[in-house]
Structure formats: structure tokens, C-alpha cells
């Protein structure tokens, strides 16, 4: 498996298809273009006060390693005080001034939508995938459906979470996508991995 990706440069995504045994379709990795993100930072000292002023807003944020969704918006805790913001359907310029209404003054809100590659992975065989670069315990009764977790795998940093029963969803910085995508592309090949939305190459 170490010479799988040899024709392609460590700098470029791995392109889009069928990586391992034909037929095989044990981890399934779609990028996901239509997002727009943002972080949303509270103020010192005003963490309780924009928790509240975002729920009053419809946006109930958890202050921990969980996701949170309401108004349209999916917040990802990633640090005390820290969020990371998607909502479909929006510009990043648009989001920005939606989080700035809701949160009233107390938080720092930038622009994400084109610092990281977002990408939903799932399949039958994800976890056993996942397992062998995440230090993460990702049994369900460990790592459940609103988890969340900032970490590194593969030397990588990502945020990740646990969307439904079935789908992660990862943030990855831009730049280190590529190496991020060669290590999941190797660690799942062998259940069978269909990668798309990265493009043909």
C-alpha cells in the first residue's frame, strides 16, 4: 500500500475514485464545497453572556467538545469559548454578519470559509479506518453522535465530529489537505474508499 499514491505530488489533493479492492465500499469520504464557517471567539469574561445572547437567537452553544445546531447554523465547540461555525447556503461575508447580530458585541467572529477542507466520512468500516490515526476513542459508546474533538492525526491538526450515527465530518486547514487526504486514502484502501468532490487530478 506505501506506493498507492507514488504518481501523485505530495502538494496536490489525492483526485477524486475508487482507491482498493474493486467492489469494496467499506469508507465512503465526500469534500464538502457549499459551506460557509467562521470562529466565533467570546470576549474575556463575556463566554456566559454570548452563550445566552445565541440562544435567545436560536443558536444554543455548548461550551465543551460538542456540536450544537439551531437557526440554520452546526457550532462546534473547540476550545473554551470557541466555536466553529457552518451554515450552508451562505456566503462567508453572510455569516459573519448573522453571528455579529447574534452575538451582540461580545465575541470576535472571522471568517473561515476558506481556511479549511471539509470533508463527511462514513462507511461501514469509517471507524476501523479512523483507528489508525486517531488517538480519539471512536466506539459509539464513547464518541457519540454530537462529539466533537481538535486533535492531531497524522501529524495533521483537524477538528472532527460525529454528525449522525454513520458520518464524521473533519475540518482540515487548506494546506495541509493534501497530507491529510494521502493518510486517510492509504488507511482506508484496504475496506474499499471512494473519495470524491476533490476533483480528478
Known amino acids: 500500500m506505501s506506493d498507492l499514491l507514488e504518481h501523485i505530488a505530495p502538494t496536490r489533493l489525492v483526485p477524486e475514485g475508487h482507491y482498493g479492492p474493486e467492489g469494496a465500499a467499506g469508507v ?5 464545497e457549499t459551506l460557509a464557517a467562521a ?5 474575556k469574561g463575556a463566554t456566559a453572556e454570548l452563550i445566552a445572547a445565541c440562544a435567545a437567537a436560536g443558536l ?18 473547540t476550545g473554551p469559548g470557541r466555536w466553529l461555525v457552518l451554515a450552508e447556503g451562505l456566503s462567508g461575508a453572510d455569516l ?14 472571522t471568517d473561515q470559509s476558506d481556511a479549511n477542507l471539509i470533508l463527511d466520512i462514513s462507511g461501514p468500516d469509517v471507524r476501523a479506518a479512523l483507528a489508525k490515526g486517531v488517538t480519539v476513542d471512536l466506539d459509539p459508546t464513547a464518541f457519540a453522535e454530537g462529539h466533537a474533538t481538535t486533535t492531531v492525526v497524522s501529524h495533521v491538526g483537524v477538528t472532527f465530529w460525529q454528525r449522525d450515527g454513520a458520518t464524521f465530518r473533519f475540518a482540515v486547514g487548506r494546506s495541509f489537505a493534501p497530507a491529510f487526504l494521502r493518510w486517510l486514502t492509504v488507511s ?7 473519495l470524491s468532490g476533490t476533483g480528478r487530478g
Open 188 to 194: 482506508a484502501a484496504e475496506y474499499g474508499f471512494a
Open 60 to 77: 444554543p452553544l455548548a461550551d465543551a467538545p460538542r456540536v450544537s445546531a439551531g437557526a440554520g447554523l452546526e457550532a462546534v465547540g
Open 28 to 32: 465512503t469520504a465526500r469534500a464538502v
Open 96 to 109: 459573519v454578519a448573522r453571528l455579529a447580530a447574534m452575538a451582540q458585541g461580545l465575541a470576535a467572529i
Open 39 to 43: 470562529t466565533l471567539v467570546a470576549r
